[in-house]
């Protein structure tokens, strides 16, 4: 999450997101039932060691979203708190 998106590189981190998808949707079809599982509980661990990060980021973005004028639905949507993040996490 360190790299700042803006106008002039959003294309190509689009593209670049939509590539990697597309490569790890292929190898996750050729996976095993156990293979899928240890992916997605090493994603999860990482989403909660993450969690200061996000919420770092987060708070960028509701600073942004607040300055839009997003709607309080909107917001709420956005919002991320731990226990929201540990929701994520725990699916």
Known sequence: MSTQINADNLKDTMSDIG??????AH?????SGEQ???AI???????KKSAAEIL?????????????GLSASMLD???LSP?????????
């Open 56 to 68: 770092a980021a987060n708070e960028l973005d509701m600073n942004a979203a607040h300055k839009k």
């Open 27 to 31: 190898i996750l079809r050729l996976a």
């Open 36 to 38: 899928r599982s240890s």
């Open 83 to 91: 226990e929201r993040i540990k929701a994520i996490a725990d699916g």
């Open 41 to 47: 509980k090493a994603m999860a661990k990482h989403v």
């Open 77 to 79: 949507r956005l919002e």
């Open 19 to 24: 590539k990697n998808a597309r490569k790890a």
